[in-house]
């Protein structure tokens, strides 16, 4: 006797509503490209030893996965470690840029 399967589909209903996720922006715009590096929104980084902003160009950036909070509350995923150095008194130093990208 052969069993009769009885084809049972889960109907998915589609949400027609589209759901507008304006929220006000704390970080990236969402849809930006991962190329612009805006680091307008952290502190700006200062030299120790002579009190300089001046910097030389960063020579070069490693982006690390740091999952916690940022020295100003803000929640973080990621800290960016970008090299440079001081254009005043030619110290070198890393910069730390705390992300949001979650
Ligand atoms: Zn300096």
Redesign the pocket.
Known sequence: MPKKTTNKKATVKKASAKPSSRKPAAGRKPGSKNKDYTTSATTQTR??????TDRLPYSRQQLLDHHGTAPDGQPCTHVRLQWTG??????ARIDRTYENNA
Do not use: D, L, V
């Open positions: 030299c120790e030893k002579c009190g300089s001081c254009k005043s008194c030619g110290q």
